[in-house]
């Protein structure tokens, strides 16, 4: 089974989410025999992910590997990608399945609304209509995307894969206390201020001074207003970061207190899941909590700042909590987003879509 996962985005920077989640669930395909390609339409950087994927580039690396490794389906993520739907004519015989990572939800929806409004009926409804499968990261990323879309086609919930590397290495533990212990709280996120809620993380260092705040990532040109305001008013103890990656991000994790994650809507966050897989225990925002679930061990901090703070002080200051909850977590991630979970779940989904199109296109042809 061949499988193209396409992506293409021209803002795409060293934080990419999405970009990281294709790689690793491409790897757990491969890992079980699946013949698997990713398409960006631009050479690809293992730290960095594509530098741009415009329409060109890709149409040109689609023609160029369909000539010699045509594609049995193809896998398209995020929406709202003009590349895609061309390249969809350009491949229209080949069934299709759709991941949005989060596109539907109310707040992203609002965001540049009309540019939105206007494409989604007029070329992406048709587009996620004719998929023959939609996946959902969460239950509740399916409910959104059936608001969107009301008759939407089968829609699977799939979450992302976890990193292998994490779950394979020993857990988290609080670090050794030093002669002036200040707890960290840190996060993995590109500065997208509205979305990934700096804004929250700084109004919580303003009420917690004795912590300090670090956000790893990088600007990706999205409101970058808010990102200048958000620099000149931010307390000390808050700190932008460059990002991190490799055995430097996986420093960065083991010598925090705790991982937070402010976001107003989200997808399933690979960053979420590389601090649980690692064991590292997690504070987020109710938005973020909505799309886990009841049953994900992770701290939920309410929307007002105050109660917030006084949350997550309490979190911080009791150990033997924050080692439980990362523990959960850990185990949370492994039962649900392990590698081979997610692979035979995929796996399983394009099969039976390759089967009614190979059974749909025998009855037509007996018309």
Request: glycine share 6%.
């Amino acid at each position: 089974m061949r499988i193209w996962h396409v992506y293409a985005s021209n803002r795409l920077g060293p934080v990419n989410g999405v970009v990281q989640s294709i790689h690793q669930l491409a790897a757990a395909q491969r890992a079980i025999g699946m013949d698997v390609h990713e398409l960006h339409g631009t050479d690809d950087d293992p730290h960095h992910g594509p530098a741009s994927g415009t329409g060109r580039g890709l149409l040109r690396e689609a023609a160029a590997l369909e000539a010699i490794a045509p594609p049995d389906l193809i896998h398209l993520h995020e929406l709202f990608r003009p590349p895609h739907l061309r390249l969809r004519r350009q491949l229209r015989r080949t069934p299709y399945v759709v991941t949005t990572h989060g596109a539907t939800a109310a707040p992203n929806l609002a965001r540049y609304r009309w540019r939105k409004a206007a494409y989604g009926r007029g070329v992406e409804r048709r587009l996620v209509r004719g998929a023959d499968a939609l996946v959902a990261l969460t239950i509740q990323e399916r409910r959104d995307l059936y608001a969107w879309l009301p008759h939407a086609p089968e829609i699977r919930v799939i979450p992302n894969v976890a990193d292998p590397t994490l779950l394979a290495l020993p857990s988290w533990h609080p670090p050794a206390p030093d002669p002036h212990p200040r707890p960290t709280v840190v996060s993995l996120a590109r500065w997208d201020v509205r979305h990934k809620g700096l804004d929250r993380i700084s109004e919580l260092a303003t009420r917690l001074p004795s912590v300090s705040f670090a956000v790893h990532g990088a600007p990706c040109g999205n409101e970058p207003a808010a990102l200048e305001g958000l620099r000149a008013a931010a307390p000390a103890n808050f700190s932008l970061v460059p990002a991190v990656h490799g055995e430097a991000k996986i420093g960065a994790m083991r010598a925090a207190s705790v991982f937070i994650l402010m976001s107003r809507w989200e997808g399933l966050a690979m960053a979420l899941l590389e601090a649980m897989a690692l064991g590292l225990p997690c504070a987020v925002s109710e938005e973020v909590a909505a799309t886990l679930g009841h049953a994900a061990p992770v701290i939920r901090l309410p929307a007002d700042a105050d109660q917030a703070a006084t949350a997550l002080a309490a979190f911080i200051a009791d150990e033997p909590r924050r080692r439980a909850t990362g523990r959960a977590g850990r185990k949370w991630v492994r039962s649900m987003a392990a590698p081979e979970v997610i692979a035979a779940q995929t796996e399983e989904l394009y099969r039976s879509v390759l089967t009614s199109t190979a059974s749909d296109r025998r009855s037509r042809a007996r018309r």
